[in-house]
């Protein structure tokens, strides 16, 4: 189970997109690039994908989409039943 509470270092540690990574993320559709660097950054981690959305905690959504410079509502938008969460 993924801890619900990130100290800033242990974020920037686990959950920091590096440059090769933000590449590939950022050719996906605007409404699939959270979603797909939370599955990225949480299979790095835990070596499986998130079941559910709510595994997520915030604090690791706001931070990472920080990063790519969108709204964190957008992970609320994506679509964990689509195609590319499945795949």
């Not at 949480?42 to 709510?54: G, I, K, N, R, V």
């Not at 989409?65 to 689509?82: A, C, E, R, V």
């Amino acid at each position: 189970m993924l801890k619900k509470n990130w100290k800033t270092e242990e974020l920037i540690e686990n959950w920091t997109l590096i440059p090769s990574e933000l590449e590939l993320v950022n050719q996906k559709p605007e409404a699939n690039k959270i979603g797909f660097a939370v599955f990225l950054k949480y299979f790095q981690l835990m070596a499986h994908f998130p079941d559910y959305p709510s595994e997520i905690p915030e604090q690791v959504i706001a931070y990472i989409s920080n990063q790519l410079n969108i709204s964190p509502k957008t992970y609320f938008d994506y679509n964990w039943q689509g195609r590319s969460a499945k795949a």
